[in-house]
Structures are given as structure tokens and as C-alpha cells.
């Protein structure tokens, strides 16, 4: 049986085919639109799953929707007229949309999907609707290797739903309680995201980087005004000094007078005062996931648990919840967000409405991410003919030992191998690489290479059987989602003025054996590459360990700021042609720089993307 999932309209649209069970292709619309975050319908992301699979929508037994319009229209009408008359502004922002498109949700799906097919809407396989959190579980636990599990999920909003708890067992995911919208944990971490100059739902990851630079010394103020956090971690917002269910933005002036000004201008300096409130928000962040996961244990009685949503991209939460919780074992869906709402759109179809029998997964059934297209040689060349690209073929018994050299020469090197990964991560499919022992490699990442602010960490890629020599860390994390403290025995003693630096001065001192990945406060974001899932980068590491001692290299995603992912490789080319990386590889294909004919292009593409 095929069954396509489908996510869209919000954030993140994304595809994703599962057969009998099975998740064989999935692929966010962004990858091909090269518009970051693309919400529209996933016209190429949906042949890209049929085409890989030598598919055609009649080929599929049932498609499934990621969430249900209408009872997300209810949710929206009620919150105005509970608001009204604040609300009537973004009342008339939003129905248009609504009135044209949203609202006939299922006709719209329908000429869409029959538009790609060449066929009449009622000659499509059937269409179903799965309700939004439970296609965050369903990504989350029916993946997952536990047969039963308490699963969690928290983002921003669905149809009601904000935080939510499912009790997993076999092929049943069944709905324990919630916390509703506007209560969000999801929406209150983006109001911060918003106020300290970042774009909502986009810079929030950048909000949590920049935490360790600062002191939570707002803390106590956001628990005291705007979150009333009950013991067990379910809690309510002070509505009062947001703006997100009346007007346009996430908060309002009595929000700024509480913090000493108005919001931060993007693109502006980031001051102490940005960095303190970072730090403010991500602490009670991290003690609401942490009340809220002792609850779950406590119901529950489970040991293992599975988190969804985007609050699950959360990776510092994570690791804090790992350490500290309960749990005897925690496993994260890798596209958390919407768009893994896709994946867990067409397994809930599979598991709960064709009640089909469930065995976990002995092997990674996320399949490291890696769901996405791929390219053959002749392929390669194709593309990349156009360009009078030069490169050398190496073959496997020299290439990883070749590219590990280069490396060690402090090299920056674009990585494109294999299938395109699934989420908001590069996991060693299309990654940019370097040396973490360079104690210049942050900044020349940072500043050269992807165009971004410079107090944005990178993470570490690391040999799975390596993890514990280089990390507190004791078991896997391939998929960039569990922070984790580097070894006391790799950290270096700061001196008493080191000490005493505050704000982005600390980001100029080492702070390991491994600067390039270790963050102000000696974590990392640790991703654990595994011989069974990604054997060329694993190999690579392999050989860079022979060639140094260092089972790690930098690894970020292959773009540069406001770009999505590269995914093929012409996107691969143009980007490092556009930036100052050294190398690029591409599969068996080596592009040197130096060799490469002259890029007739000025700097005006920079404003081809827009900033995250």
C-alpha cells in the first residue's frame, strides 16, 4: 500500500510516501522553490516522491493532510469574537485567505493533486485528514524503536492543540491531555524570538544560540508576569502583553515596557540586553519541557519517550531533559516541525485508520533522514557541464583519505553525497565541513562561508563509537538534536580576564581542544554519524581520525544565510562558486576552487534570499 502525506499552508510544506509501512521518500517544497520555509502546496516536493518511486498518484492507495482546516477556521473565529473588537484588524488580514483558499481546503487539495495526475478530481485516490498534533505523535513514536512510549508534542499551534500527551502502544497512539491555544510554549519562545529581533518561525534556533552569552536576569520576570507555571508544567500566558491573537505581531507595548524598550530592529547590534533575555526565555523554556516530562513519566509509567513538534528542535531542552529526567531513553523525529507532519500524516493513516499491525524498528527507521533525491554521475555532469566546471573523479580507495588531508589543512569543504536529508538539519548529505581544532574555523564559517551572524555555533560531527571521548554523551544523537557538555579533560582552563569577558567578547576565546564546536559554555550539538546509515561520511571521519587523532569535523548545513539547503547539484556549485569554501565534492567529484573558471556574478545575489 502507498500512502502519500502532505503538509502546507502554514510552514514548511513538505512530502513524504510510506510503503506498507515504510517510509521511502521524503522531501521538503523549499528544497526546489529555494524559498526558505515555502508554505505553498508542495507541487515538487509531491513529484519528487512519485518520480523517485516510479509512482503516479493513481499508483497511490490514499493521501493524507497534516491537519483539519476546519476545525483550525473554528479555533480562528472563536479567538476573534473572545477578542473582539481588538481582533478585528488581523480578523481582515486573515479571511481573505481563508475565504479563498483555506476554507475549501479540500477542493483546493483536490485540483491540485488531480493537476499533477492529468486526471479528474474524482478519479483520485481517496483523501483524508489527520489532526495536527496527532501527525506530530504519529511522526514521532511510530518511527521511533520503542513498542510503547510516552510521546510529547509542543509547538506553536495546530488546530487547538499547543502542547499535547499521547500514550504510544504498538499501533495506537491515544490522546492523554492538552494544553490549548493561546497557551503555547512554542508561541511564547517566538514572541522572545520576535522581540529580540529575529524572524518567527525561522530565528528561533538563533534566540537559543545566543543564550550562553547572556544571564537569565529576566527570568523571574517572565514567571511572574507573563507564564503562571503550575508544578506539573502546565500553564497559562498572561494574554495582556502579547499581540499574536489580535493584531500583527507577537507582542505589544505593555511587553516592551516590561523589558526596558521596544523590540530589537533586525539586523541592528545585538546588545547585553538581547543576550540577558535569550538567556531568560531559554531557561524557563528548558523548566517547563522539564516539569512537563516528569508529569508525563509520572502518568504515563513509560521509560522511553518520543517528542515531536518545533519546541522538539529545541536541542538544549533536550539534552537537559536526557540528563535530568526520567526517562531511561528519549527519541526525537529529526523534522520536528511541520514538516514532518507529513511523515506522521501517511504512518497515522497506515497504523490507525488501516489498523495495520506494528513491530519496532530494530534499525533506524528514519533511515538516518536521508529520504530525499539523490543524483547518478551522468546527472552530475549534466548540470554541471553548463557551468564549464572543472573537476577530478577519484575513486573510493583514495578519496576519503585525499579529502581528510585537506581538511587537516584547515580547508573549508562543500559536501554533497548521497540522498538529500529530511529536516532542518545537513547530516553529512549536504553538509559544509571543517576542522573543529582550528581556532579560526567559527569565524571564517561564520563570516565567509555562510554569510551570518558571527555568535552562531557550529556542531560537531563525530564517529558514533567515538561519541564518549570527546562528549558526556552515552549513547547515539544522529540526528543534531541532544546538546551535550564537552569532556572536562578537552576543555581549557580560562584565565582570570578570560573570565571576566561578557557578551560576543566571549566568543574570541578557545575554549577546547575542539574551539570550532564548543560553545561559550562548553556544549555542542552533537550529531553521532553511523557506518549503517551514512558509510561515505562515516568513512570520511574514519580517515580524518587516522590522519589527526580527531574523530570530529565541523559540519553545517551546505547554504548560505536565508537559503535553503543545497539539493542539487547545481544549487551545490553556485553556492560554493558565491562563497570563499575551498573544496567541493560531490560524490566521486572533486571541484578545487583554484581550478574553476571565473564566477561572473557581483555581490547583488546576496539579495536573492531573504534573511532568516
Known sequence: MNILGISAYYHDSAAALVRDGRIVYAVQEERFTRKKHDSRFPDHAIRSCLNDQGLSISDLDQIVFYDKPL?????????????????????????????????????VLKKELAAIAGIKTQDLPPLLFAEHHQSH?????????????ATLCMDGVGEWATTSIWLGEDNALTPQWEIDFPHSLGLLYSAFTYYT?????????????????????????????????????????????FNYTTGLTMTNERFSNLFDGPPRKPESAITEREMDIAASIQEVTEEVVLRLGNTVHRELAMDDLCLAGGVALNCVANGRLLREGPFRDIWIQPAAGDAGGAVGAALA?????????????????????????????????????????KSERID???????????????????????????????????????????????????????????????APAIIAEHVSD?????????????????????????????QRLFGIEKLKVPRSTLPAITHVDYSARVQTVHRETNPRFHALLRAFNEATGCPVLVNTSFNVR????????EDAYRCFMRTEMDYLVIENFVFSKDEQPPWQQDDSWKQEFELD
Not at 198 to 213: H, T
Request: net charge positive; glycine share 6%.
Open 71 to 107: 476545525v483550525k477556521f473554528e479555533r480562528l473565529l472563536e479567538t476573534y469574537v473572545a477578542y473582539a473588537p481588538r481582533g478585528f484588524r488581523s480578523f481582515l488580514a486573515a479571511m481573505p485567505v481563508w475565504l479563498k483558499e483555506k476554507l475549501f481546503l479540500k477542493m
Open 137 to 149: 505523535a504519529a511522526s514521532a513514536f511510530f518511527p521511533s524503536p520503542f513498542q510503547r512510549a
Open 197 to 241: 529581533g529575529f524572524k518567527v518561525n525561522s530565528g528561533e534556533y538563533k534566540l537559543m544560540g545566543l543564550a550562553p552569552y547572556g544571564e537569565p536576569r529576566y527570568a523571574d520576570l517572565i514567571r511572574d508576569h507573563l507564564l503562571d507555571l503550575k508544578e506539573d508544567g502546565s500553564f497559562r500566558l498572561n494574554m495582556e502583553y
Open 349 to 389: 493513516a497506515w497504523f490507525q485508520f488501516n489498523n495495520s499491525p506494528r513491530t519496532a524498528a530494530r534499525e533506524d527507521a528514519m533511515r538516518g533522514a536521508y529520504l530525499g533525491p539523490r543524483y547518478s554521475d551522468e546527472e552530475i555532469r549534466r548540470q554541471l557541464d553548463r557551468f564549464g566546471a
Open 396 to 458: 573510493d580507495s583514495e578519496l576519503f583519505q585525499r579529502i581528510a588531508k585537506l581538511l587537516a589543512q584547515e580547508k573549508v569543504i562543500g559536501w554533497f553525497q548521497g540522498a538529500m536529508e529530511f529536516g532542518p538539519r545537513a547530516l553529512g548529505g549536504r553538509s559544509i565541513i571543517g576542522d573543529p581544532r582550528s581556532p579560526k574555523m567559527q569565524s571564517v564559517m561564520n563570516l565567509k562561508i555562510k554569510y551570518r551572524e558571527s555568535f552562531r555555533p557550529f
Open 470 to 498: 570527546c562528549f558526556e554523551l552515552d549513547r547515539p544523537s544522529p540526528y543534531m538534536l541532544l546538546v551535550a557538555p564537552v569532556r572536562q579533560d578537552l576543555r581549557r582552563e580560562l584565565s582570570d580576564a578570560e
Open 562 to 569: 536565508g537559503e535553503p539547503i543545497v539539493c542539487t547539484p
